[in-house]
């Protein structure tokens, strides 16, 4: 067997391990400081254009209320199934759709046991029949949610389940409450094609 130096012990490949793993720190750090700084950096709310349609997923769409903001860390847009997620002040303003297949009722029944399935949460009232500009027939109803008071809707479509949740404080959605209602009334579904 030969005799290894001390020189070929350290000599290039030492080096040049030293230099990728360096290489490879920088790039952790990179990824462990930077990219949560630039997420921080870049503002979840977006303003959206007053009176335009917004697609939320296979083929229905919403025109926002005016001075809604579009919140991207709830807005899950889709082909299938999407979710549009809208702020006015303190009041979330939320659109789901996915597929579905039951009726008008069983629709509603789900959503309900989904409201009362949150700790804290309980359905209020009676639930009311609601229809859009565009001939979607469905169902709505309140529902309290600890410290806070909310509306639901939810309509079905061609295999489509489309829920509307509304939820903030007593008075800030009071005074949201009628442009909310103004927006809901503009759900569309039409087939893709």
Do not use: C, W
């Not at 949740?165 to 800030?172: I, K, T």
């Amino acid at each position: 067997m030969g005799r290894v130096t001390r020189r070929q012990l350290t000599d290039l490949p030492g080096t040049l391990s030293l230099l990728i793993a360096l290489a490879l720190a920088s790039i952790l750090a990179v990824l462990a400081f930077g990219l949560p700084a630039l997420d921080r950096a870049v503002p979840a709310e977006r303003p959206v254009a007053p009176g335009e349609p917004y697609r939320v997923a296979a083929g229905v769409t919403i025109v926002p209320p005016d001075g809604a903001s579009l919140d991207a860390t709830g807005t899950r847009p889709g082909t299938e199934r999407g979710t549009a997620l809208f702020r006015l002040g303190r009041v979330q303003y939320a659109i789901g759709v996915e597929p579905f297949e039951g009726d008008l009722t069983a629709a509603a029944v789900r959503l309900r046991q989904r409201i009362t399935g949150t700790s804290g949460n309980q359905v209020t009232g009676t639930h009311l029949t609601v229809s859009t500009a565009g001939g979607l027939a469905g169902v709505e109803g309140g529902y309290t949610a600890g410290d806070r008071d909310g509306r639901y809707a939810v309509f079905v479509a061609d295999g489509l389940i489309i829920e509307v949740m509304v939820s903030g404080d007593d008075a800030d959605l009071e005074r949201a409450l009628p442009r909310i209602d103004a927006s809901t009334r503009t759900l569309r579904y039409e087939t893709e094609k």
